[in-house]
């Protein structure tokens, strides 16, 4: 037998043995290092690693119950393009080496306990889509060398102890659609290079220390679904959101929030809108106009003035917390024509009147507080046919 036709029938046949190829040589070393296992280990053979022509191109290793330090050799795995860690318990820092892994698309290791900062050189990942660094213990600030990986669609930094300022570089992630900055200790102003991501659909930064006013440019993210401001010192809100006509959530609530523009009653797709603990003063009628709200929390905002009869025209909505301001009049009656409404707080303000018989058609109410308030008369008999969870009037 010719020795080319026998040595590609022997290469044949391992395959087809085996099932997976052979890496080669010491592409495995630190694969088997994650794995704990024997350096002489063909990591081909397991069933979370892929080989192609005997090079590893995919590590898929999350919720595998692993710890230790991530290897720096990784960096040698060239042709590398998914390394998958999530949910593990690895510690120590992120190897920049790292940075080498030039075909990597998806580098996830969030859900584990690295520490240390984000390493610069992973600004040299040109072909990365997906980085997931959340949930971790990560400090010091945010490298500008990220803002050159320009494939980039998924950025999630947040829940860390990262701090300064948000870099302007990150307004170069042209093909950027998920932003998470949230639950670190970023400070400053929201950089307006920001508002250049186009293709944008999550920007959230809440659970922040950042301050200023929100920027009308914000208004130019077309794209947008869901933008999560909250827990910031932000100070006002700029009409200009209400050409966000994408937005499904819009949560900017405990800042320092001045006024509710009525712009925001443009917002026809919207169904959650959290503006609580803030200072707003009164609520505009023409928040009536959002026909597919499902949650509407403006609580602690010392809310003056009437509550609005529009609010009644809200038919989809099914929480309505209004609590802790400084409302008067009646309890308008169109408030019970939301027939989906579950969550009813109005308590702690100084509402008159007495409640209407006609809050009986909300059948689906589970939880109704209009405790502390200057309600007279009695109960209305058809409270009795609700079934609460929670009752609280006097």
């Not at 998806?106 to 997906?130: A, D, H, Q, T, V």
């Not at 992630?173 to 944008?200: C, D, Q, R, V, W």
């Not at 509710?260 to 023409?286: A, F, M, R, V």
């Amino acid at each position: 037998m010719n020795i080319y036709v026998f040595v590609f029938v022997l290469f044949v046949t391992t395959k087809l043995i085996y099932g997976k190829e052979i890496a080669a040589d010491g592409e495995c070393n630190p694969v088997n290092t994650l794995l704990e296992k024997d350096k002489s280990n063909n990591c081909c053979l397991e069933e979370k690693i892929t080989c192609v022509d005997g090079h590893i191109t995919k590590i898929e290793l999350n919720y595998s119950y692993l710890s230790g330090n991530i290897p720096s050799d990784l960096g040698k795995l060239s042709k590398l393009e998914e390394l998958d860690l999530r949910f593990n318990r690895f510690e120590g820092s992120i190897p920049p080496e790292l940075g080498k892994l030039t075909n990597l698309n998806k580098l996830l290791l969030n859900n584990n306990r690295l520490s240390g900062s984000i390493p610069p050189e992973l600004g040299k990942l040109s072909n990365l889509n997906y980085l997931l660094l959340n949930n971790n213990k990560l400090s010091g600030s945010i490298p500008i060398e990220l803002g050159k990986l320009s494939n980039l669609k998924n950025l999630d930094l947040g829940f860390n102890n990262l701090n300064g300022l948000i870099p302007s570089e990150l307004g170069k992630l042209s093909n950027l659609e998920y932003l998470e900055l949230g639950a670190n200790k970023l400070n400053g102003l929201i950089p307006l290079e920001l508002f250049n991501l186009i293709n944008l659909k999550y920007l959230k930064l809440y659970n922040n220390k950042l301050s200023g006013s929100i920027p009308p440019e914000l208004g130019n993210l077309s794209n947008l679904v869901d933008l999560s401001l909250s827990n910031n010192v932000l100070s006002s809100i700029p009409p200009e959101l209400g050409k966000l006509s994408n937005l499904k959530s819009l949560s900017l609530s405990n800042n320092v929030l001045s006024s509710i523009p009525p712009e925001l009653g443009k917002l026809s797709n919207l169904e959650d809108l959290k503006l609580g603990n803030n200072k707003l003063g009164s609520i505009p009628p023409e928040l009536g106009k959002l026909s597919n709200l499902k949650n509407l929390e403006l609580s602690n905002n010392n809310l003056n003035g009437s509550i609005p009869k529009e609010l009644g025209k809200l038919s989809h909505l099914e929480y309505l917390d209004l609590s802790l301001n400084k409302l008067n009049g009646s309890i308008p009656t169109k408030l019970y024509n939301l027939i989906h409404l579950k969550n009813l707080y109005l308590q702690n303000n100084s509402l008159t009147g007495s409640i209407s018989s006609k809050i009986g058609k909300l059948s689906k109410l589970g939880d109704l507080k209009l405790n502390n308030n200057k309600l007279n008369g009695s109960i209305p008999s058809e409270i009795g046919k609700l079934s609460f969870k929670i009752f609280e009037v006097i």
